[in-house]
């Protein structure tokens, strides 16, 4: 029995089907199909452009797919009536770049949704945000202000705001390729412990050392269809798709 046909040990965390995305006459997802399961990490592979920021945004509902459907858990995020906000919350979302408010501290930066969207006390969101930075390594950065933050550690943050929301699943966004490379290594730890501790995460990613090490599953988009998916150790050894090998001919 392979990798595919094996039913799957946990249920969807978050479910896609059939979802496409055009800008105008440009298709930019076509009728993807995938899932995240619970506590797994799904690492997103693929040449630019090939639709993964876009899939992601959906999964969020920053973008509006034209067909398909996303499921989180029981709900269905693309019914008319969806609550929005509500399902935002739900999922915890970390970009390329961090957008921390520059003249707010590390910990109001992180608390700021904790008191004005979950309408928690402000020493409670305080005592959970310094848990959160505690986690990624910045318990006493907490009353620093961002620029005095290098790189790796502002994306840190960005991670420990997401996770103060207490998201059912997160979603990265090339978190590291902002950073000098020096920087990169440190986020990709608190992400790879993210993975261990079973959050589970839809990583699109450049960094083809994580997605072996700490995917769970591996799928590579290719104009904009789920070409791939299966093990990091086939897609990384026995990848047969041309376009696959073709790829990681290139970054690897
Ligand atoms: P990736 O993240 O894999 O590099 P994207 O999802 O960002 O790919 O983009 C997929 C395609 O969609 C690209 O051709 C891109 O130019 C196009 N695209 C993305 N966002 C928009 C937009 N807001 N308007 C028009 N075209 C877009
Ligand atoms: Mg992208």
Redesign the pocket.
């Known amino acids: 029995m392979t990798a595919m046909t094996k039913a799957p040990a946990t249920p969807a965390a978050l479910r896609v089907t059939g979802l496409s995305k055009s800008?105008?006459s440009?298709t930019?997802l076509r009728d993807i199909t995938i899932d995240v399961r619970a506590g797994e990490t799904l690492c997103l592979i693929?040449?630019?452009?090939?639709?993964?920021?876009?899939?992601l945004k959906c999964l969020n509902l920053l973008e509006t797919p034209d067909s398909g459907e996303i499921w989180l858990g029981e709900t269905c995020l693309t019914a008319a009536r969806a609550d929005v906000d509500a399902a935002r919350a739900r999922i915890g979302m970390v970009f390329q770049h961090f957008n921390l408010f520059p003249h707010l501290s590390v910990e109001r930066n992180v608390t700021l949704a904790l008191t004005s969207v979950k309408g928690m006390g402000r020493e409670q969101a305080r005592q959970s945000a310094l848990r959160r930075l505690a986690e990624v390594g910045l318990a006493a950065f907490a009353d620093r202000r961002p620029a005095q933050l290098s790189g790796g550690q502002q994306q840190r943050v960005a991670i420990a705001r997401a996770l103060a929301m207490e998201p059912e699943v997160m979603l990265f966004?090339e978190a590291t390729s902002a950073l000098d490379p020096e920087l990169v290594k440190d986020v990709l730890a608190v992400m790879r412990d993210l993975a261990s501790a079973g959050m589970t995460m839809a990583v699109?990613t450049h960094e083809m050392g994580f997605a072996r090490e700490a995917a769970d599953r591996v799928a590579f988009?290719c104009d904009?269809r789920l070409a791939e998916i299966d093990t990091p150790d086939r897609i990384f050894e026995r990848a047969d798709h041309a376009r696959l090998r073709q790829f990681l001919s290139q970054v690897l």
Do not use: A, R
């Not at 693929?46 to 899939?55: A, D, F, Y």
């Open positions: 800008y105008g440009h930019v693929g040449p630019s452009g090939s639709g993964k920021s876009t899939l966004d699109v988009m904009g």
